[in-house]
């Protein structure tokens, strides 16, 4: 069974530094075929795609905050972290992790978690 | 790398079929078969409705079906239920190597 699950501070505050980590179970990191995104949503508002490790380490973010954004993985620990600096209230948002298998729907977030609401706030 | 262009709601009656266009450019939508959509209801985590523009994952009804013509995709879903009342979001993969998502539809049984 595929899970992935979110995890990392509800609050920060402006300023700070967030990061989060995605555990994974059911698949690999180290598979060949796997890789998993981070996405966010503002309370009421779309999703937006921020980055994307892939199963060789490459990574990829999004165009507008790439300057602030970092993505890993351990693969030992099944987990993958991201770090984006310098948070702001506009920042506050439901943060997803989820998979794409390569092999199975090639470009498609096929499984997310289950998200973690970071409010940003002094 | 712009968000994808989608109707901010949609509505339709049991039973009937409605349409959600998405709308990009040559660099995402029109240039790759990489659209996919995914279905939210309040509180949940999105799930995967439709992949590389028309297919279905195992699960999905059949009442669901996805297509595209140049820049824009199509998600139609018919026989509407009130289960189906949710957000729907399509994404597509980009020549820049990134995703982007549209931004959202509302669709509301009446």
């Known amino acids: 069974q595929v899970t992935l699950k979110e995890s990392g501070p509800v609050l920060v505050k402006p300023t700070e530094t967030l990061t989060l980590t995605c555990t994974v179970s059911g698949f690999s990191l180290s598979n060949a075929r796997m890789g998993v995104s981070w996405i966010r949503q503002p309370p009421g508002k779309a999703l937006e795609w921020l980055a994307h490790?892939?199963?060789?380490?490459?990574?990829s973010y999004s165009t507008s905050l790439k300057s602030r954004l970092t993505i890993s993985k351990d693969t030992s620990k099944s987990q993958v972290v991201l770090t984006m600096t310098n948070m702001d209230p506009v920042d506050t948002a439901t943060y997803y992790c989820a998979r794409i298998d390569s092999s199975g729907y090639p470009w498609t977030f096929d499984y997310w978690g289950q998200g973690t609401l970071v409010t940003v706030s002094s | 790398q712009s968000a994808l262009t989608q109707p901010a709601s949609v509505s339709g009656s049991p039973g009937q079929s409605i349409t959600i266009s998405c709308t990009g450019t040559s660099s995402d939508v029109g240039g790759y078969n990489y659209v996919s959509w995914y279905q939210q209801h309040p509180g949940k985590a999105p799930k995967l409705m439709i992949y590389?523009?028309?297919n279905r994952p195992s699960g999905v009804s059949n009442r669901f079906s996805g297509s595209k013509s140049g820049n824009t995709a199509s998600l139609t879903i018919s026989g509407l239920q009130a289960e189906d009342e949710a957000d729907y979001y399509c994404s597509s993969y980009t020549s820049s190597s990134i995703w982007v998502f549209g931004g959202g539809t509302k669709l509301t049984v009446l």
């Open positions: 490790i892939f199963s060789n380490d490459e990574k």
């Open positions: 590389d523009v028309s």
